[in-house]
């Protein structure tokens, strides 16, 4: 382990944005200090996609040492550190009983600086338990999660005004059999959106803005 100073972090909840993806209302931190352990992709792949439950014996190895620039007075965060498989390098924010709640990708030339860093430590095998498994879980784009939100709203409001003529030509546009009531196209549709969205559903929303626009002329 060794610590790593002034790199800069969007620790999220919900998911891990790329670099690229990163908002300008997103809370980005200015890390003035944080531990760096090199583990095996293993690892790595639990405690990113999974929910984990670290030992204690770890947690107080990392314990108050990751500081946050901060105007008013030093800040400090109580439980997080590095992990990097020589692949990738994610930051971990973890609470007082070891979980792993929040994740943050890194700045590409930063990450790569810390590649070359870790290949000189040795890898570590660091305690914990999988507590929930999330690893078919899917990564949208935030263009995508905007889209399938979009489409699950429009697909509801439809449903909830009887426009049954726009859910018939969803469904159409989605799959190519058309031999099923309305409510089954509904929740259909919906469970779809939910489980497995895919480029189909780009392309509806492509389509169903431009319907939109013209319609506005």
Same mark, same amino acid.
């Given at each position: 382990m060794i610590n790593v100073y002034d790199i800069i972090l969007n620790f999220s909840e919900a998911r891990v944005y790329e670099f690229f993806e990163w908002d300008?209302?997103? !809370?980005?931190?200015?890390?003035?200090?944080?531990?760096?352990f090199r583990v095996s992709s293993k690892v790595l792949v639990d405690i990113l996609y999974k929910q984990v439950e670290m030992n204690y014996d770890f947690l107080n190895e990392i314990k108050d040492k990751t500081e946050v620039f901060s105007k008013s007075s030093e800040e400090v965060i109580e439980y997080a550190c590095l992990f990097c498989d020589l692949s990738r390098v994610i930051a971990v924010e973890f609470n007082e009983k070891g979980i792993n709640l929040y994740k943050s990708f890194l700045l590409l030339d930063e990450e790569e600086e810390l590649l070359d860093i870790t290949s000189s430590l040795s890898t570590v095998s660091p305690s914990y338990k999988i507590k929930k498994s999330m690893q078919n879980t899917k990564f949208l784009t935030?263009?995508?999660? =905007?889209?399938?939100?979009?489409?699950?709203?429009?697909? %509801?409001? !439809?449903?909830?005004?009887?426009? =049954?003529? %726009?859910?018939?030509?969803m469904y159409e546009e989605c799959f190519s059999y058309n031999d099923k009531n309305i409510e089954d196209k509904y929740q259909e549709l919906l469970h779809d959106l939910n489980t497995n969205f895919t480029n189909k559903y780009l392309d509806l929303f492509q389509i169903l803005r431009l319907s939109s626009k013209r319609k506005v002329k």
């Open positions: 300008k209302k997103d !809370s980005i931190e200015h890390i003035k200090k944080i531990p760096l935030r263009k995508e999660e =905007f889209i399938k939100n979009y489409l699950i709203k429009d697909l %509801k409001a !439809s449903y909830m005004n009887k426009n =049954f003529h %726009k859910i018939n030509y």
